[in-house]
C-alpha cells in the first residue's frame, strides 16, 4: 500500500453500515443540509448495504492519501483555492494507484476486488474510523492522528478475508475545541459532526448551480474553502505527500482573478483538464471570480 502512496491504511469488515450511521445519515437529508446534492439520494440502499457495492465482500481496506497544503496566494489578484484540488483529479489517481493493488489481492487470494472513491456510494468517513484510521471531528471531517485532514479517503471492498484493524475509538472524538465552528465562514458547522451545505462555502463555490447571494462570504476564495481544516488543531502542516500528482500546478496558482473574468472556453478546458475544479465547471468560476471582484472593491 506504501509503493501506491497510500500515507495510512486499515481494514474493517464488511458489515452493512450501523443503525446510528444510518440515521444520522438519513437525519442530515430529512433537514436538508444536503442541499442539492441530489446525488447523495441515489444509491441510498447501497450506502447501507455492503452487498450492493460487491456482492459477498468480507473486507474493506479504507485507504488515506495525504495531499499537499495550498501555498499562500501570490499576491492580492491571486485568488485562494482549495488545496485538494490543486493538483491532478484525485479520483483518476486514486483508481490508477488502487488498481494494481486490487488486482494483486484478486491473484494472490482469489478474490473479487472493487476500488471505490467518492464516486461510489459508500460512507467512506465511517468506514475509516471502523478501520482504525482516524476519528470524525466537530466538523465532521475524517480526522486522522499526527496528519489532520488533508488526507483522500478510497477502499478497496474484497471478497477477502483479511485480518481486521482495531477501529477508532470513538466516531466524535476530538477536544470540542470549537475553533472549526467559531471559524467557519457561513456558520454552517453545528459543533456536534455535522453542518447544513446551504451555509457551506464549499458547497457553494462548487456544487450550487445558479447565482449566489451578494452577501456570500467567499472573501478572496475561489474555489472550496479549508478554513475548518486549517484552524484544527490536529492539522499537521509537515505531514508529506508522496504522490506527486498531487503537486498543485503552477497553471493554476499562477491565475489572477482578472485571468479567471477573461478566460475562455478553451483556455478553461486546457487549463483544467484532469482536474477536480472541473466540477464547478467554467460558469460556477466565473460566477465566483464575478462575486470576489465585486466584495473585494
Given amino acids: 500500500m506504501e509503493s ?21 445519515y438519513l437525519d442530515f437529508i430529512a433537514r ?20 450492493l457495492v460487491l456482492p459477498h465482500a468480507r473486507s474493506i481496506i ?20 482549495a488545496a485538494y484540488a490543486l493538483g491532478d483529479d484525485y479520483h483518476e489517481v486514486i483508481r490508477r494507484r488502487l488498481t494494481p493493488v486490487a488486482a494483486e489481492i484478486d491473484r494472490r487470494l482469489g478474490a473479487a476486488s ?26 465532521g471531517m475524517l ?16 471478497t477477502a478475508r483479511l485480518p481486521i484493524s482495531e477501529p477508532s475509538p470513538s466516531e466524535i472524538s476530538c477536544e470540542a475545541c470549537g475553533r472549526c465552528v467559531k ?12 453542518l447544513d451545505a446551504r451555509r457551506c462555502l464549499s458547497f457553494l463555490t462548487i456544487e ?21 481544516r486549517l484552524v484544527c488543531p490536529h492539522e499537521n502542516a509537515s505531514a508529506r505527500c508522496t504522490v506527486d500528482e498531487f503537486n498543485p500546478r503552477d497553471t493554476i ?18 487549463i483544467f483538464s484532469h482536474s477536480a475544479i472541473k466540477r464547478t465547471k467554467r460558469e460556477g468560476l466565473l460566477r465566483n471570480v464575478k462575486l470576489l471582484l465585486k466584495q473585494g472593491k
Avoid at 450550487?208 to 475548518?228: A, S, W
Fill in 4 to 24: 501506491a502512496g497510500v500515507a495510512l491504511w486499515g481494514v474493517s469488515a464488511a458489515d452493512d453500515v450501523a443503525d446510528s450511521a444510518r440515521r444520522q
Fill in 32 to 51: 436538508g443540509d444536503n442541499a442539492s446534492m441530489e446525488y447523495l439520494l441515489r444509491n441510498i440502499d447501497a450506502r447501507f448495504t455492503t452487498g
Fill in 62 to 81: 479504507s485507504a488515506a492519501f495525504v495531499y499537499p497544503e495550498a501555498p499562500a496566494p501570490r499576491s492580492p489578484r491571486h485568488p485562494r483555492w
Fill in 114 to 139: 472493487r476500488v471505490c472513491v467518492d464516486t461510489a456510494p459508500v460512507m467512506e468517513r465511517y468506514r475509516a474510523v471502523r478501520a482504525g484510521i482516524g476519528f470524525r471531528g466537530c466538523n
Fill in 143 to 158: 480526522i486522522v492522528p499526527g496528519i489532520g485532514s488533508r488526507v483522500f479517503l478510497a477502499e478497496i471492498f474484497t
Fill in 183 to 194: 471559524a467557519c465562514p457561513g456558520g454552517a458547522l453545528r459543533g456536534d459532526g455535522t
Fill in 208 to 228: 450550487h448551480r445558479g447565482e449566489l447571494p451578494d452577501t456570500t462570504p467567499v472573501g478572496d476564495r475561489i474555489y472550496g474553502c479549508d478554513t475548518c
Fill in 253 to 270: 496558482l499562477s491565475l489572477t482573478a482578472d485571468d479567471i473574468s477573461d478566460m475562455s472556453p478553451e483556455r478553461y478546458s486546457a
